[in-house]
């Protein structure tokens, strides 16, 4: 059984910074690109940044300079670095694990609120 769990999220001051972590289990983690998204009331979900299984790396212009994905294959966990937050950056976000256009999978959600 695959497993997502997202942790990490929470409530902070524009500015502020926060570190979403995503633990999968039940994949072979190292085989699969990671992502995060996320989805704003009322707004359709987006990617805000993916690591390929090779480290690639890759974000939403929204977020480039400020978030830093990376990965721990030794832990099967994925991580997002977010930074110098905004009150836009609020949402809940989504782990995604993704090996080929047909495989593929989601973690429940973690809500990050950015507000002072």
């Known amino acids: 059984q695959v497993q997502l769990v997202e942790s990490g999220g929470g409530l902070v001051q524009p500015g502020g910074s926060l570190r979403l972590s995503c633990q999968a289990s039940?994949?072979?983690?190292?085989?699969?690109?990671m992502g995060w998204y996320r989805q704003a009331p009322g707004k359709q979900r987006e990617l805000v940044a993916i690591?390929?299984?090779?480290?690639?790396?890759n974000y939403a212009d929204s977020v480039k300079g400020r978030f830093t994905i990376s990965r721990d294959n030794a832990k099967n966990t994925v991580y997002l670095q977010m930074s110098s937050l905004k009150p836009e950056d609020t949402a809940v976000y989504y782990c995604?694990?993704?090996?080929?256009?047909?495989?593929?999978?989601w973690g429940q959600g973690t809500q990050v609120t950015v507000s002072s």
């Open positions: 995604n694990a993704r090996v080929d256009r047909n495989t593929f999978y």
């Open positions: 039940g994949i072979i983690f190292s085989r699969y690109a």
């Open positions: 690591i390929t299984s090779g480290d690639s790396t």
